[in-house]
């Protein structure tokens, strides 16, 4: 599908014999073609009309503002909409049908390059149509034919930084004296802020203006991306465009402690889009600079939180203590209790429970000493799920009831999570009339957090497994897995795969159910899960019993014992078997 961006109304007729000539261009050679003109041409509009000619599948993605391969690599990923953005294999194995094109609009920025050598090389047959001012292999480029200029415009709707970053710190095209923004420019798009006017007029003045400059002006569009990153949880995936933003204040912001909110916020996300090098090596430039011990803690953290998300607990032990100690003194420990909270939660996710419930334990108390009762009653709220996930109902009926004293009329999203807890005892319990009523009320209450309802929607899925309801289950659970993969949570999603497991067994479908398990191990070991892939294992081992196949059997009781070995050093486990076993299934 060809967005309405790439193809704004030319002013003249597109020249019928310069399309021929660039189509036959793009049909032969290499299978990569440049269309290259100034910004002031038809440029996009004659690379729409080439690929509007295409049989074949056609993708588009906006390089404007990418600094190096690995976004180049992350824009085309968003294009395709992968749940892992930032995975070259990902990116190439979609690319790999016949007749593929992709479509990339600026694309002569930094890193372009290098990312289509390698995506390139991994797809043969997919073909490439580039816009852009500078062609980036010259025999493979065709001019725009002379056209009558038409002013500077953005497209509507225009990404974030689509303008602004377009070629910094190169410069940006020097407009007319009226940079023609059209008047609906400041319209707002769903989900994402628009560069304001004045802000694009300012970096529009000077044909090179200075990257602090800039990342100065641009820092209002991220306040929230950078606040989701030290106090606040981030309640969707942000667009690609907000990462490359983060990525440009991390580097070029002049006060250091945004630099380090942006580089925290950027290194997540690029864990979250599998390029955990390019993460850990926003973090360490972030280091270089004057920081203060709170900023240090900071990096500490989001460099345990890289390490944690692939499953290395013991390295991401000790950033995360490092961290809590440089945050030990009386004016940070609202900071502090936020830390623990947020590591708890992320290590109760991978299946250790005991170091959560240490963390949570301490990060209630932090807050019930500063009077703060609404993360006081989170604190609660989350001890009661772990007990729950221990098996103890009672334990869990007494914490759930203690938040909802504290949390009384709480933020909507809050008693959404305490109604999905108290849902969860409700299902362990055998109550299904009960579980309902309070998936019902947590559903409503999580409209717009996407996150939390596909939470609600696993744990539907597993109220109508206990009732024999198997088609719905599926139905729900399909929904579920797709969610968890795009807000970047393996481990859910593994969590939910296990359960499509459990249901085509629980149906009687032993060869489906062998695929969602084995599905679900490939989950768990690609995010660093190994407590989540032993549970997929066990599992799986049930069914193989019932099979009798005693070869698979041993092997399986092997794979077990090694995690049961290793568990604590989950660094040591050998992914490549894990990965290998969920192959072979």
């Known amino acids: 599908m060809i967005p309405d961006w790439l193809s704004p109304p030319p002013q003249a007729p597109l020249p019928d014999a310069w399309l021929e000539r660039a189509w036959a261009r793009l049909q032969g050679g290499s299978g990569m073609l440049t269309v290259v003109g100034p910004p002031d041409t038809n440029v996009n509009a004659l690379a729409a009309a080439l690929a509007a000619r295409h049989e074949g599948p056609v993708f588009v993605a906006r390089l404007a503002g990418c600094q190096d ?3 180049v690599i992350r824009a085309i990923g968003a294009a395709l909409d992968l749940p892992v953005r930032g995975d070259v294999g990902a990116v190439a194995a979609r690319l790999s049908a016949e007749r593929t094109l992709v479509v990339l609009a600026d694309a002569d920025g930094q890193g372009t390059s290098a990312a289509l050598e390698s995506i390139r090389a991994l797809t043969p047959g997919a073909r490439f149509l580039l816009t852009g001012q500078v062609a980036l292999i010259p025999g493979e480029a065709i001019e725009v034919p002379r056209a009558t200029p038409r002013p500077l415009s953005i497209p509507e709707p225009a990404p974030p930084l689509a303008l602004a970053l377009a070629h910094l710190p190169g410069g940006v095209p020097q407009p007319t004296e009226d940079p023609g923004l059209p008047p609906d420019w400041l319209l707002p798009v769903p989900g994402r802020l628009i560069l304001r006017r004045a802000v694009a007029q300012r970096l ?3 044909r090179e203006p200075e990257p602090d400059e800039a990342a100065t002006l641009l820092e209002p569009f991220a306040r929230e991306l950078l606040a989701s990153g030290v106090t606040r949880a981030r309640l969707r995936r942000p667009a690609e465009e907000d990462l490359r933003l983060l990525r440009f204040l991390a580097w070029h912001h002049p006060a250091s402690e945004t630099a380090v909110h942006a580089a925290c916020a950027a290194a997540r996300l690029l864990a979250e889009a599998r390029q955990p090098s390019v993460a850990r090596e926003t973090i360490a430039r972030a280091r270089q600079r004057r920081l203060t011990t709170r900023d240090q803690a900071m990096l500490d953290w989001a460099d345990g939180d890289i390490l944690l998300s692939f499953g290395l607990v013991p390295d991401a032990t000790r950033l995360h203590r490092t961290a809590a100690q440089r945050l030990r003194s009386p004016s ?12 708890a939660a992320a290590l109760a996710a991978l299946g250790y429970l005991d170091e959560a419930e240490r963390r949570l334990q301490e990060a209630h108390e932090l807050h019930a000493d500063q009077g703060r009762r609404l993360p006081a009653a989170e604190a609660l709220r989350s001890l009661g799920d772990l007990a729950l996930a221990r098996g103890d109902a009672l334990a869990a009926e007494a914490l759930y009831n203690q938040a909802a004293e504290q949390l009384g009329d709480g933020p909507a999203l809050a008693q959404a999570s305490l109604a999905l807890g108290r849902a969860s005892l409700a299902v362990v319990r055998g109550e299904p009339g009960r579980a309902e009523a309070l998936l019902a009320e947590a559903e409503l209450l999580a409209d717009g957090a996407p996150l939390s309802r596909a939470c609600v929607t696993r744990r539907r899925a597993d109220l109508r497994l206990r009732q024999g309801r198997h088609a719905e289950a599926e139905d729900l659970l399909a929904d579920a897995v797709d969610a968890f993969r795009h807000q970047g949570c393996g481990p859910s999603a593994a969590a939910a795969l296990r359960l499509r497991g459990d249901i085509a067994a629980a149906a009687g479908r032993p060869h489906e159910a062998t695929a969602a398990y084995g599905e679900a191990l490939h989950e768990a070991a690609r995010a660093g899960d190994l407590v989540g892939a032993r549970r997929t294992l066990t599992h799986l081992l049930a069914l193989e019993r019932i099979g009798r196949d005693a070869s698979r059997v041993e092997e399986l009781l092997a794979l077990i014992a090694e995690l049961d070995t290793e568990l604590g050093h989950p ?15």
């Open 69 to 71: 391969d690995a976004d």
């Open 204 to 206: 529009l003045r000077d």
């Open 332 to 343: 940070e420990r609202g900071l502090l209790a936020t830390l623990l909270s947020r590591t």
């Open 571 to 585: 660094d040591r486990v050998d992914g490549a078997r894990l990965r290998g076993a969920a192959k072979g299934l």
